[in-house]
């Protein structure tokens, strides 16, 4: 089955950081690029960051450019975002998504920055 | 940033009706346009890809629409289970903006 699991969600306090991982199963992990997105609570849908199959190309949206971090380790099937310097307004729920298509998502990951 | 406006936010209608929702890019997308169903507490799900291209495995009452700045996306014969929100989202520009979505809910 393909699929794809996000996990390390978590409370936080402010200034704080959090590593989330995405673990990837049932397809060729290496050949995709790969997305996170997030979902403040009871808002839309908010684009975070992409990662080219090879790493080459990575992009941030501007409101996390220089505080988070996404990568990617092909040999273990998984996606990380590290996310440093959190504000409140970072709390989401944060979901991993396949491909420019964004055609397999997680269940998502929930973080929650508060003091 | 390509701005991405969806319309209604919010429809009710009934089982059966045929349902239409709005999206409008703020410059030429090139047809790179998902359609995304989110249930409430579930992932977005991939319903149309490339403006008008259905997912595999997605039922034929949904399609999409459309060209350069204006798309369209119909539920042909609304059913209980499409209970939702819908949201847009284009890809030819970074950031992959979304539109606001528009929930659907049944009369």
């Known amino acids: 089955e393909v699929q794809v699991v996000e996990s390390g969600g978590g409370l936080v306090k402010p200034g704080g950081s959090l590593r989330l991982s995405c673990a990837a199963s049932?397809?060729?992990?290496?050949?995709?690029?790969m997305n996170w997105v997030r979902q403040a609570p009871g808002k839309g849908l908010e684009w975070v960051s992409s990662i080219s199959s090879s790493s080459n190309y990575i992009y941030y949206a501007d409101s996390v450019k220089g505080r988070f971090t996404i990568s990617r380790d092909n040999a273990k099937n998984s996606l990380y975002l590290q996310l440093s310097s959190l504000r409140a307004e970072d709390t989401a729920v944060y979901y991993c998504a396949r491909d420019v298509r964004g055609d397999v998502w997680g269940k998502g990951t929930t973080v929650t920055v508060s003091s | 940033d390509i701005q991405m406006t969806q319309s209604p936010s919010s429809l009710s209608a009934s089982v059966g009706d045929r349902v239409t929702i709005t999206c409008q890019a703020s410059?030429?997308?090139?047809?790179?346009l998902n359609w995304y169903q989110q249930k409430p507490g579930k992932a977005p799900k991939l319903l149309i890809y490339?403006?008008?291209n259905l997912e595999t495995g997605v039922p034929s009452r949904f399609s999409g629409s459309g060209s350069g700045t204006d798309f369209t996306f119909t539920i042909s014969s609304l059913q209980p289970e499409d209970i939702a929100t819908y949201y847009c989202?284009?890809?030819?520009?970074?950031?992959?903006?979304f539109g606001q979505g528009t929930k659907v809910e049944i009369k």
């Open positions: 989202q284009q890809y030819d520009n970074l950031p992959r903006t």
């Open positions: 410059q030429d997308i090139n047809n790179y």
């Open positions: 490339d403006a008008s």
């Open positions: 049932g397809f060729t992990f290496s050949s995709y690029s």
